[in-house]
């Protein structure tokens, strides 16, 4: 019964470490992306790219139903 209450304490305090290093990796800017955003005008967005072809493809279609 001893070692459960000794792996009990040991996890709780890993727990706690790994929380408190959690937080001061959030709060010193670990997680900041400072350099994608400058770059992001770069490169072409896919994602309007295929809205437009979507869009076209449904305006053909229509076109040749009617």
């Known amino acids: 019964m001893s070692a459960l209450f000794l792996l ?5 305090i890993i727990a ?7 937080i001061w990796s959030v709060t010193t800017g670990q997680y900041d992306d400072e350099f994608t955003p400058s770059v992001r005008i770069l490169f072409e967005d896919d994602r309007n790219k295929k809205s437009k072809n979507d869009q076209s493809t449904i ?5 040749h139903a009617n």
Do not use: H
């Not at 009990?8 to 709780?12: C, D, M």
């Not at 706690?16 to 959690?22: H, M, V």
């Not at 305006?59 to 076109?63: G, L, V």
């Open 59 to 63: 305006e053909k279609k229509s076109s």
């Open 8 to 12: 009990l304490g040991v996890s709780i």
């Open 16 to 22: 706690i470490s790994f929380l408190i290093a959690f």
